[in-house]
């Protein structure tokens, strides 16, 4: 099965500073990479992904970057606003058809106003 | 379109209680999962179910079954709670999307287990 990891577990940054997340995974047949954002309380939810014929994924703030050589892909959150302080999960896996789905243990970002 | 329904949304048992907790989806996904959350400990998976009538075990499945009754719902058994099993647990469903497996994730159980 997939191993992941992610680091760092915790992160702590300024209000408009940048943010990175990254997330090691084992299976090199893995080629789908995305992020989710679990706000206190709440269910996770997709924010972004990216597929492995892709380097780079941005939208407004967020960015994924992925490289499959190392097996490992990033989250990028540029501009950081309160409203991102959550816990943020990658799941990578296979878009080729079903694939159990194995999380990483979760990175808490806290944004200080 | 409500995606995915997850009752109840607070549960407490006594030790060696039973109970289900129910899920469906009315998304169309084949591919149904539980999964419980603990404190520093991530999402762990428990059970999935890849399309109606198969189920395996995910990481975590000591202590709990499931139904996949129909393509829409998915329960997980609790036959006798232990405190351990206190945890939050979280029912998702996956479709293929252009990218791949998304996953969507109903509104979560809180379960406290005394």
């Known amino acids: 099965g997939e191993n992941v990891e992610q680091h760092p577990s915790t992160l702590s940054v300024q209000e408009g500073d940048s943010a990175v997340i990254k997330c090691t995974y084992s299976?090199?047949?893995?080629?789908?990479f995305p992020w989710y954002k679990q706000e206190l309380g709440k269910r996770p939810q997709l924010i972004i992904d990216?597929?492995?014929?892709?380097g780079e994924k941005k939208d407004q703030r967020i960015a994924v970057t992925l490289n499959k050589t190392a097996k490992h892909f990033s989250l990028h959150i540029t501009e950081t606003q309160p409203e991102d302080s959550a816990v943020y999960f990658c799941a990578p896996g296979n878009s080729g058809g079903y694939q159990k789905v194995t999380f990483g243990i979760g990175t808490k970002l806290q944004v200080i106003p | 379109n409500a995606g995915v329904t997850q009752t109840p949304k607070f549960q407490v048992l006594k030790t060696g209680q039973s109970m289900t907790l129910q899920c469906a989806q009315d998304?169309?996904?084949?591919?149904m999962y539980w999964y419980r959350q603990d404190p520093g400990m991530g999402l762990r998976l428990i059970y999935y179910?890849?399309?109606?009538?198969?189920?395996d075990k995910g990481e975590v499945p000591n202590g709990y079954n499931v139904s996949r009754l129909n393509k829409r719902e998915f329960s997980l058994r609790l036959e006798s709670a232990a405190p351990s099993q206190t945890s939050v647990y979280f029912c998702a469903s996956s479709g293929l999307t252009q990218g791949g497996e998304k996953l969507f994730f109903g509104s979560g159980t809180q379960l406290s287990v005394l």
């Open positions: 179910s890849a399309s109606e009538g198969t189920t």
């Open positions: 998304m169309n996904h084949n591919s």
């Open positions: 299976d090199s047949a893995s080629n789908y």
């Open positions: 990216i597929r492995s014929n892709v």
